[in-house]
């Protein structure tokens, strides 16, 4: 089963919740690497963080890689969503790198909801080689 571009919310499937959980991996105990899915719900958003807070552990240094190439524009409700779940765990993270391929209206969604939260490092990038360079690189 794949996920299908559609809203996702409670009262779904143990295995969609599932799939949505896979998405969040540690790649090279160094990073999280998480890949959205294309439509956000809050509820959505709360099964990665969930995910993210259960492997941040698994970790060397707190670092999230974020590919949003598949995601679309979330709605208010969910850069809410967002940035509150951002702000319960941001000054754990050392670094956040999204990557968004060329979607210049994720680019400007990333930067309203990055800027109400004390989140002390985060960049923009369009591929994911980029965002690991930068993690790793440190910048």
Do not use: W
């Amino acid at each position: 089963m794949v996920l299908e571009e559609k809203k996702y919310e409670e009262g779904c499937s143990e295995e969609i919740i599932n799939l949505i959980k896979d998405r969040v991996t540690v790649e090279g105990g160094a990073v999280i690497l998480f890949k959205e899915i294309p439509i956000q719900t809050p509820f959505s958003v709360n099964i990665i963080f969930d995910q993210i807070n259960l492997l941040k552990d698994q970790v060397n240094d707190y670092i999230i890689v974020i590919d949003l190439t598949e995601a679309k524009m979330p709605d208010v409700k969910v850069r809410r969503r967002i940035g509150e779940r951002f702000t319960m765990l941001s000054e754990n993270f050392k670094h956040v790198a999204f990557f968004t391929g060329k979607n210049g209206i994720i680019n400007t969604a990333i930067k309203f909801v990055m800027y109400g939260i004390n989140l002390k490092s985060y960049s923009v990038h369009k591929t994911k080689k980029e965002a690991l360079e930068a993690v790793f690189d440190g910048k």
